[in-house]
């Protein structure tokens, strides 16, 4: 599942604006993968959203995201994040 993700976020390359709603289409494709870990093992579907979303921290700086698309879907990433993180009975005032 790593290596999906970091695929699908193809490190070092600018996704134009042109090419940003099909990127975060293929992003939305992998969190929908991975949203199957979740119920089968919350544990590592929390790991897996933190190596997601730091790589998508990192993509920040290689896309032209003025739509905004790729920001909406950091943001449902981070909601979906917590969610795991709830899943697995963690401690809400802990990182």
């Known amino acids: 599942m790593e290596r999906l993700i970091e695929t699908a976020?193809?490190?070092?390359r600018f996704v134009s604006y042109n090419a940003g709603f099909s990127f975060v289409r293929e992003l939305e494709?992998?969190?929908?993968?991975?949203?199957?870990?979740?119920s089968a093992n919350p544990?590592?579907?929390?790991?897996?959203y933190e190596t997601f979303l730091a790589g998508c921290y990192e993509k920040a700086g290689e896309i032209h995201d003025s739509s905004g698309s790729f920001g909406?879907?950091?943001g449902q990433l981070h909601c979906v994040w917590i969610k795991?993180?709830?899943?697995?009975?963690?401690?809400a005032t802990r990182p």
């Open 43 to 48: 544990a590592q579907a929390v790991g897996l």
């Open 9 to 12: 976020l193809m490190p070092g």
């Open 72 to 74: 909406d879907f950091v």
């Open 29 to 38: 494709a992998v969190e929908k993968r991975l949203s199957k870990w979740l």
């Open 84 to 91: 795991a993180r709830q899943a697995t009975g963690a401690d």
